[in-house]
């Protein structure tokens, strides 16, 4: 249960985090405010529902979505470079020992 809390209990704070980010680089990089928020919010939701609804799991999702050596490649391969998913294993293993210091 301490990994499914980490996991399903403080995703939605680690989602939050990621749309604070989006929106944050988006306006470094020129798009501004009454635009960003928006897109940010309907890209959460509509991914969201994608995800929720598709017989295809998120890795398939994700290779349906990315041409080949085109935007969405180019920015998934910065996340693969900077370490994204050892992050992301280091957050839930943290927020899990955490879980389980609060429960002794």
């Known amino acids: 249960m301490d990994v499914?809390?980490?996991?399903?209990?403080?995703?939605?704070?680690?989602?939050?985090l990621f749309a604070e980010a989006l929106l944050d680089a988006s306006l470094e990089q020129g798009l501004p405010r009454?635009?960003?928020e928006p897109l940010i919010r309907?890209?959460?939701?509509g991914s969201g529902e994608l995800l929720a609804s598709s017989p295809d799991d998120?890795?398939?999702?994700?290779?349906?979505?990315?041409?080949?050596?085109?935007?969405t490649f180019a920015g998934l391969q910065?996340?693969?470079?900077?370490?994204?998913?050892?992050?992301?294993r280091?957050?839930?293993?943290r927020?899990?020992?955490r879980n389980?210091?609060?429960g002794q």
């Not at 309907?42 to 939701?45: E, G």
């Not at 280091?90 to 293993?93: D, H, N, S, T």
């Open 58 to 71: 998120a890795a398939t999702l994700k290779d349906k979505v990315t041409s080949p050596n085109g935007v």
């Open 34 to 36: 009454d635009v960003a």
């Open 78 to 88: 910065v996340f693969e470079s900077e370490g994204f998913r050892d992050t992301v």
């Open 90 to 93: 280091a957050v839930v293993r």
């Open 42 to 45: 309907q890209l959460f939701k």
């Open 95 to 97: 927020a899990a020992e």
């Open 4 to 16: 499914a809390t980490a996991v399903a209990g403080s995703g939605p704070g680690y989602l939050f």
């Open 100 to 102: 389980r210091e609060m």
